[in-house]
C-alpha cells in the first residue's frame, strides 16, 4: 500500500469516527492559519508519523538503553505538538500582517467615503485591489454580503475570524457609528491614526525585551540542563563506588522531569513578557524542552567522558 492510500485509508476512518462538527472546526482552525489540508488527512498524517516515530524511539531506547517509556512518550507528543506550534505561529503572523495592514487600509476607506462611494461599495472596491489574509476576509465577507446576508452579521464573522481584538473594537466602533449617522470619514481616519501608535509601540515593547527573552532562554536551554546533568554524573560517580542507593538513581529522573517543567514555564514567562499573554508562549515549549532535554541528557550521559578526557 503506498503512502497516499494508505493516508486516504486512514483519513476515511477519521471521517467516521469522528463527529463532523469536531472537524469542521478543526478545518476551520486550519483555514484560519493558512494550512489548506484537509482535516481528516492532516490527521492521519499525524497518526502515521506518530506510529513511525514510536517505533524509531524503540530502537533508539534498544541501542543506548535508554528509557523507553521517555522516549514513546516523546514520539506521541512530538507530531501533535509540532502541528500545535506550526498553527500557532502562522496564526500569529497571518493576526500580525493583518494588523499591519489595516491602518493603510482603514485610511485607504476613508479616503474612499469622503469621495461620496458608500461604505459597502468602498470595502468591495477595496477587496478588488488589496492582497493578504486582511483584504481575503474583505472579499469573504462582501460575497456574503452580495448572497444575502444581514451587512452588520458579515461583518461581526468576519472579525471574529480575524482574531484581533483591535479591529475588532475597531469595527464595533464603525458599526455604532453608520447607526449613529456620524462623520463615518473623520472616526476611520482617527481610528487608523490609533491603530498605527499601538502597533509601533507594541514593535518598541518588543524589542526592549529581548535581553529578558535571552536571559530566559539561556537559563532555561544552557545554564539548568548543564546544572542538573552534573547529578548524572555524580550518580554515575556514586553506582560506580558501589554506594548508588534508589535516591541517587532517581535523581537523575527528577532532574530529568524538572528540566522539562522548566522549560514549558520558561515559554510560558516568554510569551508573557513579548505579548503579554501566557498562552502565546506556548509555541516556544516545543523547541525549549527539546533543547533542554537535549543538553541534559548529553551531559548528564557523557560528561564523565569530558571530564576524564
Known sequence: MESNELIIFISAFIEKR???????NFQEILLVSGIFTVASELLAIIIIAI????FLSLLFSILFSFNIFLCVLFAFFIPPGILIGVIIIKSEKRSEKIE????DFLRQLASMLRVGLSFENAMEDLSRYGSG?????IKRAVIEIKMGREFNESIIAMVKRLKSKNLERTFKIILEARKSGGSLADIIDDISNDLRAIIMLKRERR????????FLVISAV???????GMTGIYSSFMTSLGKGSELVETSNIAAGAYIIIHSI????????????DFKKGIKFSIPLTISAYGVFYIVSNFGSAFLNF
Open 265 to 276: 514555564l520558561a515559554s510560558l514567562i516568554i510569551g508573557l513578557v513579548m505579548y503579554g
Open 51 to 54: 506510529i513511525i516515530l514510536s
Open 222 to 228: 544552557i545554564a539548568a540542563p548543564f546544572a542538573l
Open 133 to 137: 489574509p486582511l483584504y481575503d476576509e
Open 100 to 103: 499591519n495592514a489595516s491602518p
Open 18 to 24: 469522528i463527529p463532523e462538527k469536531y472537524l469542521t
Open 207 to 214: 524589542s526592549s525585551v529581548m535581553m529578558a527573552v535571552m
